[in-house]
């Protein structure tokens, strides 16, 4: 039985994927640097900045002295960004509050920071409903590592086969198969809605759905 539901943050709750696009390469274009749309969205999708920036010095010879800097300056157009477009949107509101009325457990786990994930729930009115939040500061290992959903399932004390993750990218989604978890793949934040989720929690426990 299904007692527990752990959302990924961007592009499942918040359409925030092209903000951390935009951020980090106005971040990166200060010293020369881009990523462009077709490497963001095949490989760089879903990885925490510290990981993105650790792979362009590799791959392109981003010097590792920058990378302090370029993180600060990410997380401060980030931030800009969040404050002028994160907007409540209802379906999600409406799941969360239904869920959360059904006696679910909800949390969040991502792989963006502390203080983006806990802006960006409240600026969505989210945070109300949610039982717990995690950031890729409360790990030592960021997905597609599963440490992130092996720490939520603790925290709740449900085992893999009572969680339901819901993941949009690759990564996000190596994690929670690695976790043991049940998994809806979404596409976008269009796809989270409360008919979807009750659909996923039916299959993962066997039930018609």
Not at 32 to 57: A, N, Q
Request: glycine share 6%.
């Amino acid at each position: 039985m299904i007692k527990a539901v752990v959302f990924d943050m961007d592009g499942v709750l918040i359409e925030a994927r092209d903000w951390h696009y935009e951020a980090l390469n106005k971040a990166l274009r200060l010293f020369g640097y881009e990523i462009s749309r077709f490497d963001h969205l095949t490989t760089y999708d879903g990885l925490p900045t510290k990981r993105k920036l650790e792979m362009l010095t590799v791959e392109r010879g981003l010097p590792t002295g920058l990378h302090p800097f370029i993180n600060e300056m990410k997380q401060v157009y980030t931030m800009e960004l969040v404050h002028t477009q994160c907007k409540p949107r209802f379906l999600h509101e409406f799941a969360l509050s239904r869920l959360k009325a059904m006696g679910y457990m909800l949390g969040v786990a991502s792989n963006s920071i502390r203080s983006t994930v806990d802006v960006m729930m409240r600026l969505a009115h989210l945070d109300q409903y949610l039982d717990l939040t995690l950031s890729n500061e409360d790990v030592s290992k960021s997905k597609p590592d599963p440490e992130i959903y092996l720490t939520a399932m603790n925290r709740f004390q449900v085992g893999p086969t009572e969680c339901l993750v819901v993941e949009d990218n690759e990564n996000g989604i190596k994690s929670a198969k690695s976790a043991g978890a049940h998994i809806l793949a979404v596409r976008g934040v269009e796809d989270v809605t409360f008919e979807a989720l009750e659909r996923a929690i039916r299959r993962a426990e066997g039930r018609p759905s």
